[in-house]
């Protein structure tokens, strides 16, 4: 074996090792807040100040030297009572009076000089907080991108990396009566070592995307609870208290429409576990009906209340089983990008609602992939309403620092924050690892880890990645296989196809594909797709970008996926045109990936009915 070969090979055992020392409860957030919008909580949503720190000397300056202090946006001071007392003061910035921005919001979407801005951003609300006595409070952040550092009245609360996911600090002895200085550094950068790194199909959307709160709590509190429909039909769940009164306290999951009420004590960690036969009148959840139970978990003065459906999904053999059933995965694969031509990445319920009315509505679907990372909460919830099932993924994308276990500890922790956060929601099914990665030894040992890990802390959930295929040309023809050994770990596979629109195979050749795949498995398509533009008609056919190619890719890619036996479902590429920096054909892109079924403002094209007859006839 080459050096090379054996150098990697051991490198890759070495991150399979690092890797384990990560456990579940390693990597469990140190606060979940679960459902934490059902408790009482100040939204400090709205009109921020911001200031621009391309340099980032609010943190550091040259050379990395600690940053001068008349820089450091994060103070807790009056730059301009300070300003008139005149003398030697000086100071370079100001928070109170600088620019405005709506926040959550991305930053490109606000200036044009914002556009591609990429870098280190300050921001600022002051607020009020009600008085609260005897309780916990916490900012809970839904989403920052990239890294985030936080500042209350100029102390340093906590750091955070990763443009995802939801995490919380608490703030109980820092917040004061009256006004409070909240101050954001968000550094929208990445970097070889980033999950994902800077490259990608999708637009930056640097900034706080995700509403930001103000969570209070009782001194002891339910910090995580489950309740979930198991295989072995019981509803099995757990209470996670936090705070000084840990154990033997006496706790009850209780569904009072089914007359439920199940009790638990805690341990001396404050975990209880409760495991209760479903009872007869149970609803199920599935797409048709999107049951959902108010489930309540109370300890002591602490009552949460969550919004559950309850259902079971499993693999057996190559169906997917969706309450002991076959289904199969009507899809579309989706950004989280509201319709405009601006986006912000600002994901109300009105625009969630939006887009995801056009898979289940418009083109009759069951099933949306939510790639390439977690989206926000509210689309989630809104899946387990309108009755759409879910791949939910990390940005593991293309590429990461393979051999570098920090970068895997960062990607097992987006994992868990997702997991922790999403854990409750019927609509998701699948947690995907990856998406598009070569193959070699230490990205397999990486996303080996990485299934472990989904797999240890949310074993009734199935795991998947969007893989690469490998092709054959030869006297026989083209023939597509999948030759990964991640495939041992994936309880359904999936591939990205994009034949007939990369590369120089007409339509025709497609539909004369064959494939060479394991039949023991389910098998999407997590991805096909090819580019239009929205009224760019050539009845030709013979002209991509227009309507007319773009349908009859479609045509082709569904009669040749029809003729796989073990296919369960596909996720098309994608629900709508999307902003990204890597399409710049100024006819066609002008920055937008057009392979949308709607363009940026929800025109439909023509490959929109080719799907959608596809899955009412199918
Ligand atoms: C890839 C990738 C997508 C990308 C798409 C495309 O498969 O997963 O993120 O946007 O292809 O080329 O449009």
């Given at each position: 074996?080459?050096?090379?070969r054996?150098?990697?090979?051991l ?11 990560a456990?579940?409860?390693?990597l ?23 200031g621009?720190d ?15 202090s ?6 807790d ?5 300070e300003?008139a ?15 405005q ?9 606000v ?5 591609y801005y ?7 609300p002051k607020?009020t907080?009600?008085?609260r006595?005897g ?16 500042y ?9 990396e990763?443009?995802?996911?939801p ?14 200085r ?8 990445h970097?070889?070592?980033?999950i ?5 199909d999708?637009?930056?959307?640097g900034g ?18 489950t ?16 705070g ?5 306290q ?12 199940a ?12 495991d209760?036969?479903v ?6 959840w ?20 969550d919004r ?11 169906d997917i089983?969706l ?15 509201e319709f ?6 600002r994901?109300t ?8 009315g056009?898979?289940?509505d418009?083109?009759?679907g069951?099933?949306?992939?939510l790639s390439?990372?977690?989206?926000s ?7 387990d309403e ?5 791949w939910?993924?990390?940005?593991v ?6 051999e ?5 500890r960062?990607?097992?922790t ?6 922790y956060?999403d ?20 990205r ?9 890990t989904?797999?240890?802390l ?11 295929v490998k ?8 023939t597509?296989?999948?030759n990964?050994?991640?495939l041992d ?8 196809f ?7 195979d ?6 004369k594909?064959?494939?060479d795949?394991?039949l023991d ?25 227009s309507?007319e190619?773009?349908a009859?890719?479609?045509?082709s ?15 098309p590429w ?22 949308g079924?709607?363009?940026?403002t ?13 899955y009412?006839?199918?």
């Amino acid at each position: 074996m080459k050096l090379s070969r054996m150098r990697k090979a051991l490198a890759a055992a070495m991150v399979c090792m690092t890797a384990s020392v990560a456990s579940a409860q390693d990597l469990r957030p140190e606060f979940v807040l679960t459902a934490s919008h059902a408790r009482a909580s100040e939204d400090l949503s709205g009109i921020w100040t911001y200031g621009l720190d391309l340099y980032r000397t609010g943190l550091t300056d040259i050379n990395g030297w600690v940053a001068k202090s008349r820089m450091q946006r994060f103070r807790d001071i009056d730059v301009e009572a300070e300003e008139a007392k005149g003398g030697t003061t000086l100071l370079e910035f100001d928070m109170d009076r600088g620019p405005q921005m709506d926040i959550p919001g991305a930053w490109n979407a606000v200036e044009p000089e914002l556009r591609y801005y990429n870098g280190l951003v300050w921001f600022q609300p002051k607020f009020t907080p009600q008085a609260r006595e005897g309780e916990r409070a916490f900012l809970r952040f839904g989403a920052v991108n990239y890294k985030a550092y936080i500042y209350l009245n100029g102390e340093e609360v906590g750091r955070h990396e990763g443009g995802y996911t939801p995490f919380s600090l608490e703030v109980t002895d820092l917040l004061r009566e009256g006004e409070n200085r909240l101050v954001v550094g968000v550094d929208s950068e990445h970097d070889a070592q980033s999950i994902p790194t800077p490259i990608t199909d999708w637009d930056l959307y640097g900034g706080i995307t995700r509403p930001v709160e103000l969570v209070y709590t009782p001194e002891t509190f339910i910090d995580d609870a489950t309740a979930n429909l198991t295989t072995e039909e019981r509803i099995k769940g757990y209470i996670d208290l936090r705070g000084p009164e840990l154990a033997g306290q006496d706790v009850e999951m209780s569904i009072p429409e089914l007359d439920l009420t199940a009790t638990a004590t805690t341990d001396d960690a404050g975990m209880a576990t409760f495991d209760v036969a479903v009872p007869e009148d149970l609803e199920l959840w599935s797409p048709e009906t999107p049951k959902l139970y108010d489930v309540e978990f109370r300890a002591g003065e602490d009552t949460l209340v969550d919004r559950i459906g309850f259902r079971t999904v499993e693999v057996n053999g190559a169906d997917i089983l969706l309450n002991g059933e076959p289904i199969f995965l009507k899809g579309i694969s989706m950004h989280e990008e509201e319709f405009g031509t601006n986006p912000a990445r600002r994901i109300t319920e009105q625009a969630a609602r939006a887009l995801l009315g056009e898979v289940k509505d418009g083109l009759g679907g069951n099933y949306v992939r939510l790639s390439h990372y977690p989206h926000s909460d509210v689309t989630v919830r809104l899946a387990d309403e309108m009755g759409l099932l879910v791949w939910s993924e990390i940005p593991v994308y293309w590429t990461a620092d393979w051999e570098n276990p920090d970068v895997l500890r960062k990607a097992q922790t987006m994992q868990a924050e997702m997991i922790y956060r999403d854990r409750n929601r019927a609509s998701v099914i699948i947690w995907s690892v990856g998406n598009e990665t070569p193959v070699d030894d230490a990205r397999t040992a990486f996303h080996n880890s990485l299934a472990d890990t989904a797999r240890e802390l949310d074993p009734d959930r199935l795991i998947s990645a969007a893989l690469l295929v490998k092709r054959t040309d030869d006297e026989n023809g083209t023939t597509l296989s999948i030759n990964d050994p991640l495939l041992d770990k994936l309880d359904v596979l999936a591939v990205n196809f994009y034949g007939g629109w990369y590369g120089e195979d007409t339509l025709d050749d497609v539909a004369k594909m064959k494939w060479d795949t394991p039949l023991d498995q389910p098998l999407l398509f997590s991805e096909f797709g090819a580019d239009a533009v929205a009224g760019f008609h050539d009845a030709s056919v013979s002209k991509k970008f227009s309507e007319e190619y773009q349908a009859a890719f479609y045509e082709s890619t569904l009669a040749m996926a029809s003729g796989l036996p073990n296919l369960r479902g596909m996720s098309p590429w994608i629900l709508k045109d999307f902003q990204s920096p890597r399409r710049e054909h100024p006819v066609y892109q002008n920055g937008w990936n057009r392979k949308g079924l709607l363009s940026e403002t929800g025109q439909k094209k023509m490959a929109y009915d080719v799907l959608a007859d596809f899955y009412r006839d199918h």
